[in-house]
Nanobody
Framework: QVQLVESGGGLVQPGGSLRLSCAAS????????MGWFRQSPGREREFVAA????????KYADSVKGRFTNSRDNAKNAVYLQMNSVKPEDTAIYYC??????????????????????WGQGTQVTVSS
């Protein structure tokens, strides 16, 4: 079992910044691929970012590339999403998730939500002036 708890959401103005955190507990954290997804009303959950077990490889959705940065601190069992230059369309509930799948390619990061076994409860991010 892996327990995930997101924090750091809130209201931010367009062009501003926000840092989301995800605290993990349970099974050893350092072996998991960690992902961020988001969902806004009336839309399906979408991939935002993912990071490899050691933080050496990251993957981003085109919509956030260059604005968001995914990082992790295995010593603290935590993963972070730094959101810069936010836009109103970034408004959503943000979820962190853990992918425990073994991939032959150790650098592969799966953007499909159904690959992720464990999910946090989500944190609301609202971008509005």
């Amino acid at each position: 079992q892996v327990q995930l708890v997101e924090s750091g959401g809130g209201l931010v103005q367009p062009g501003g910044s926000l840092r989301l955190s995800c605290a993990a507990s349970g099974r050893p954290f350092s072996s998991h691929i960690m992902g961020w997804f988001r969902q806004s009303p009336g839309r399906e959950r979408e991939f935002v970012a993912a990071i490899s077990w050691n933080g050496g490889t990251t993957k981003y959705a085109d919509s956030v590339k260059g604005r968001f940065t995914n990082s992790r601190d295995n010593a603290k069992n935590a993963v972070y999403l730094q959101m810069n230059s936010v836009k109103p369309e970034d408004t959503a509930i943000y979820y962190c998730a853990a992918d425990l799948t073994y991939y032959d390619d150790i650098y592969y990061l799966n953007p499909q939500s159904d690959a992720y076994e464990y999910w946090g409860q989500g944190t609301q991010v609202t971008v509005s002036s």
